[in-house]
Each structure stands twice: as C-alpha cells, then as structure tokens.
C-alpha cells in the first residue's frame, strides 16, 4: 500500500484559491486511479475528483468549475487546484489511491473558508 501525506490547506478567505498536494511513497505511475475527496463535520465523505494513470480526470459535477485534479509523476505528488472557495468547501482534504487491490487514504489536509 502507498503512503499519502497530504499538504496545503489552512485558513482562507472567501473567493480565495488553494492547491493542495499529496505526497505518495510509491510511483504515483503504478497507481492506477489516485483521487481527493472530502468530508465536511457532520456530513459524509464525498469524491471531489478522481485521475487516473491513465491521464483521464472526472470531477464531481457541481465543483468542476472551481476545482482541478492533476498529477506530477516525477515528483509523484498529486495536486488539488482550489479556486474560488467558498465557505461550503470546509472541510478535511483526504488523498486516495488504489491499484485495484490495495486502497490507501492520507491522513486529510483541513481546509477552512471564512472570512
């Protein structure tokens, strides 16, 4: 199983822009499908955006917008491109990856909107 630390988030005004990053222990090449979901306190944990190997990228429909899902596979780091936030964007950043067998989940990255 990768590793996934997850770093970047904080405190940000409204309308702000954050990038997110996930750092894998592994070649993030031999991961086929990496993605950012979400849980907000109180609500359940919702896929934000998903890549995979591949170079295909899938948003959730009501945030593709504002959000951006790419991967650097020579720093094998996946980013989470954050812009125009909104105070509903709160919550814990967690990075997932899967190779079809094994599943792995970072340790989540708070992000937090308000002014």
């Known amino acids: 199983q990768a590793q996934l630390v997850e770093s970047g988030g904080g405190l940000v005004q409204p309308g702000g822009s954050l990038r997110l990053s996930c750092a894998a222990s592994?070649?993030?090449?031999?991961?086929?499908?990496m993605a950012w979901y979400r849980q907000a306190p109180g609500k359940q944990r919702i896929r934000v955006a998903t890549?995979?190997?591949?170079?295909?990228?899938t948003y959730r429909e009501s945030l593709k917008a504002r959000f951006t899902i790419s991967r650097d596979d020579a720093k094998n780091r996946l980013y989470l491109q954050i812009n125009s936030l909104e105070p509903e964007d709160t919550a814990v950043y967690y990075c997932?990856?899967?190779?079809?067998?094994?599943?792995?989940w970072g340790q989540g990255t708070q992000v937090t909107v308000s002014s």
């Open positions: 592994e070649r993030i090449s031999s991961i086929l499908v």
């Open positions: 890549s995979t190997s591949g170079g295909d990228t």
């Open positions: 997932y990856a899967t190779s079809g067998r094994d599943v792995s």
